[in-house]
C-alpha cells in the first residue's frame, strides 16, 4: 500500500483528482486498495481538497483554505 500511496502523491501533486479519477487510474489495484490508501494519506495528514472537491495535497497550491470560525 505504500507503493500505491506514493503514486498517488506523484499524481496529486501535479493536478488535484476526484476520487474516481484516482480509481480508474490505478485501476490495476483493486478498489479497496485504492481506498485505503487514499485513507492512510488522509490519516497521515497529507491528503486535502481543492475548492472543486478534488484530492490535492494539504499545504499545496490547489488545497482549499479551510473556513475561518465566527466569520
Known amino acids: 500500500m505504500a507503493e500505491l500511496s506514493a503514486?498517488?502523491?506523484a499524481v496529486i501533486e501535479k493536478t488535484p483528482r476526484y476520487y474516481s479519477e484516482l480509481a480508474e487510474q490505478f485501476a490495476d489495484?483493486?478498489?479497496?486498495?485504492?481506498?485505503?490508501?487514499?485513507?492512510?494519506?488522509?490519516?497521515?495528514g497529507r491528503l486535502w481538497q481543492d475548492p472543486r472537491g478534488r484530492m490535492c495535497l494539504r499545504d499545496s497550491p490547489f488545497a482549499a483554505k479551510p473556513p475561518v470560525k465566527g466569520a
Open 29 to 44: 489495484y483493486d478498489f479497496r486498495t485504492v481506498a485505503r490508501a487514499l485513507g492512510k494519506l488522509h490519516e497521515d
Open 7 to 9: 503514486k498517488i502523491v
